[in-house]
């Protein structure tokens, strides 16, 4: 008898590793296993760079496909959750060793995300199949409107959940029975990180980068006031690493309330915390604005706005949104991020000849849209 057809995929994010196998079946992919694995926070503490965390995150990934992999099944593909790379276009890109090593030495960024490639390479290694990244967090297709700042030492870039935006989009489009190509909305990733994004007939063509302004998360600041930070840079107080963390990692609500578990606050909210209330407002409040500011870019002609993420499974969170921004468009709810089975679906695509990949080095130029 053949063996069932399995497609391995793994994202890595800031505290776990999410992994994941699919059978392909002729009518699309069934999830035969799904783990996520967490990471202790004193596990991760013992590295200095998500580079250094490449041994302990593979011995776990290759224990789950030991545990997972049945015996009358074979792995025909793997995909890893793509990183903070150079800027690129949308769609599915083959591993190499170069984008291997690019991920681990050379990202623009640290993100956890860079791990995917590494990941999922190593486990095609293993079973002597190719391995794909899908719609990295560095995907960049803004027009040139977008790309302009308030000055032009500091132009606007995109960095973005384009992976679990853009499948949520695909799944939209099936449900409202159009082609994803021909699809206008706006979408609200809202996770540990959020990414609230305009995505014209495909195209991510903005998104409130949390590098540049942006509304705060369980995590990470967003927009601040630029000049008192200048201020902070050179009050010589705090190192660059201190005031990255402020940033990125300790800012948002674990600022102000020491917890980056929105459940936390909401059960917080009930027991009648009016300071946990007022933080979790402006939070709504921050994310109804740029709700708005991507509507602003469509024109406000969109088949709809969706919520997604770990934060779109609380229904005061959809409801509060509902409240504010709900005149603007039909708002849809994705809840969870889909990150996994988006990778399998687009390698499925690849391999089935629906949607063709891209070999690194990928030679574009954001700023033509081209691939030289
Ligand atoms: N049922 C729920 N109600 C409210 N908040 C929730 C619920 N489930 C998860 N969350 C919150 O979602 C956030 C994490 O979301 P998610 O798991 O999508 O993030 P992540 O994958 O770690 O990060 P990212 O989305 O940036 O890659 C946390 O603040 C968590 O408390
Ligand atoms: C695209 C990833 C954004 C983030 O982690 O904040």
Known sequence: MEKARLIFTVNPGAT????????????????????????????????????????????????????????????????????????????????????????????????????????????????NVEAFIADPVSVDEFPPIARISGSPDFPRFSFVHALNIRATVRKLA??????????????????????????????IVDNDNRMESAPFTPERAGGVPPIPLIEACFSGKYTKQQLMKKLYGEGGLYAYLGTKDLREVLARIKNGDDYAKLIYDAMIYQICKEIAAMGSVLCFDMDGIIITGGIACSEEVVRDIKNRVGRLGNIYVFPGSNENEALAESVLRVLQGRESYMTWPVNYDPLTGRIN
């Open 16 to 127: 776990s590793t999410k992994c994941a196998l699919y059978r392909v079946q002729e009518y699309g992919l069934v999830c035969v296993a799904s783990e996520n694995i967490e990471h202790p926070a004193q596990d991760l503490a013992a590295f200095n760079s998500i580079t250094e965390q490449l041994g302990y995150r593979e011995k776990v990934v290759k224990e789950f496909v030991e545990r997972n992999l049945p015996e009358n099944a074979r792995i025909v593909a793997c995909a890893g959750r793509g990183g903070m790379l150079t800027p690129l276009p949308s769609g599915v890109i083959k591993i190499n060793e170069e984008l291997v090593d690019f991920s681990l030495n050379r990202p623009v960024y640290q993100h956890a995300s860079n791990l995917g490639a590494p990941l999922a390479y190593s486990i095609a290694r293993l079973y």
């Open 174 to 203: 099936a449900q409202l029975n159009k082609r994803f190509e021909d699809m206008r909305c706006v979408v609200a990733h809202l996770g540990g990180g959020f990414s609230i994004a305009a995505v014209d007939r495909g195209k």
